[in-house]
């Protein structure tokens, strides 16, 4: 789990925070994947592949929001 790598303070934290960032988006947990990927990328400033996933993330929190305001 990676909540139990990240409590033992791993040696590739970013890696840790990261996944488990993943799995949050997977679960369909917005926000919980925006402030891991965010912390990923305070971590190890400029890793595009975090970046690339945070603006996805971004991405799908706007659109939810946009659904839920139309209806």
Do not use: C, P
Request: no cysteine; aromatic share 6%; hydrophobic share 40%.
């Amino acid at each position: 789990s990676y909540s139990t790598a990240i409590e033992m303070d791993v040696k590739q934290m970013h890696v840790a925070v990261h996944n488990q960032a993943m799995v949050y988006e997977k679960l369909g947990d917005l926000e919980a994947a925006e402030a891991g990927f965010m912390k990923a990328l305070e971590m190890v400033e400029g890793w595009e592949t975090a970046q690339r996933r945070l603006d996805r993330v971004r991405e799908k929190i706007r659109e939810k929001k946009e659904k839920a305001k139309a209806q």
